[in-house]
């Protein structure tokens, strides 16, 4: 038995100030298409996994995740895997002790030691639940150290995490595999798989170019127009997204600069901006 029934869902596709943004008038901002409302990055994985149970995990845990989750009728969280420790990325992490009272179950969290180290830091609350002053309703968490291109197989799929650089920080993007029992990729992925999530990215090093070839579906940042030190501009999303040549991209962690419908316009084939809500697989009309 393999996985099977799989959806990804985009959570969240905006940058860190979300859009709307609060004060802001822009034509984005006031826009009437649900498309422009984009809450901070996030998604969801959601499989039946080859013993036929349901499973649910998760990229990054923003701080609109219970919104998501809501909107998305989620109930449980196999796992958590984070990508870096900013705050657009993790100050959600409190949400997840519904799934633990649902599930009676623990949660790993999947991280590199820097971002472990920093998870401990700001949720102390969580972390060090001794030291509350009330034994407190908080999550139940496990760390599960990640290194760059060492696999973690979790219910019949593999997520390789893959070295991204978020200006001078080193961050991660996961790629996710489904796997038979031996840990082999399938020769028939599931859709949308292969896919990976690249999130918060300005330049791609050398060693990573390789591990995200032969996608189905890349997911790429993508900010505004202008220049920024820590993510990439339109030009420099497409211009990744050709030389990687999945069979779709989508974009995410954009601005307020420009609307959904502007970015379409703009975008070669086989490319758009991904939108809250946005679900591949599982029979979805996911194809550009």
Known sequence: MTVRDVEFIFLGTGTSSGVPVIGCTCPTCTSTDPRDRRLRCGAAIRVTDPDGLPRTIFIDIPPDHREQSLRHGLDRCDGL?????????????????????????????????????ALHRIFQHIYARQNNRNDSFVADLFDVVLEPLQPVFLHGLRFTPVRLLHGRLPILGFRIDAVDSAGVPLEEQPDPLPLAWC?????????????????????????RDRAHPTHMTFDE????????????????????????????????????????????GLGTNSHL
């Open 199 to 223: 999130t918060d990215v300005s330049s791609v090093p050398p060693e990573s170019w390789e591990p995200l070839g032969g996608l189905k579906t890349l997911v790429l940042d993508m900010l």
């Open 81 to 117: 895997f984070i990508t870096h420790a900013h705050v657009d990325h993790v100050y959600g992490l409190d949400e997840v002790r519904r799934y633990n009272a649902l599930m009676r179950a623990p949660i790993g969290v999947h991280a590199e030691p820097e971002v472990t180290e």
């Open 237 to 280: 999303a497409i211009s990744v997204a050709e030389t990687l040549d999945p069979t779709r991209t989508f974009f995410i962690h954009m601005s307020h600069d420009s609307t959904h419908q502007q970015l379409l316009q703009r975008m070669p084939p086989g490319m758009a901006p991904a939108w809250d809500g946005l679900i591949l």
